[in-house]
């Protein structure tokens, strides 16, 4: 065994082995620090305390935007109901132009039939 292979085998050794120091060294600090603020009775661990007016501020602005989306609904609310009455108002429109399209059509076909019939009477001499 020569020192080429104690080199070998310290040098990753020694990089492992100090890298791990380093994170044991870094947990330890932070569990000291813990120790020190729960004694304190400060804890890092919980929520953060916030202060009275912070949160009946909070609530003001949560109370502000409910009344909102509140709002928003009706009007989209009020918004659907007046499409839907427009859109039936107008498909009645479609509806009664449909139906006078036809009925003079019909009655139009009926008065260009009478009209050739009695141009056919007059042509004929029959009407005489």
Do not use: C, Y
Request: hydrophobic share 40%; charged share 20%.
């Amino acid at each position: 065994m020569g020192h080429e292979f104690i080199s070998e085998v310290l040098q990753p050794l020694s990089v492992f082995g100090g890298i791990a120091m380093i994170i044991w060294a870094s947990a330890k600090a932070k569990l000291e620090h813990r120790k020190l603020d729960m004694q304190r009775g400060q804890t890092t661990l919980s929520q953060p305390q916030v202060s009275q007016p912070q949160d009946t501020a909070v609530l003001a602005e949560l109370k502000a935007l409910k009344q909102q989306m509140a709002e928003m609904h009706s009007t989209s609310h009020g918004f659907d109901l007046s499409f839907d009455e427009a859109l039936g108002r107008l498909e009645g429109r479609v509806g009664r132009l449909e139906m006078k399209s036809a009925a003079s059509a019909s009655t139009g076909a009926a008065t260009s039939s009478a009209s050739a019939d009695a141009a056919a009477t007059l042509r004929n001499g029959q009407g005489q």
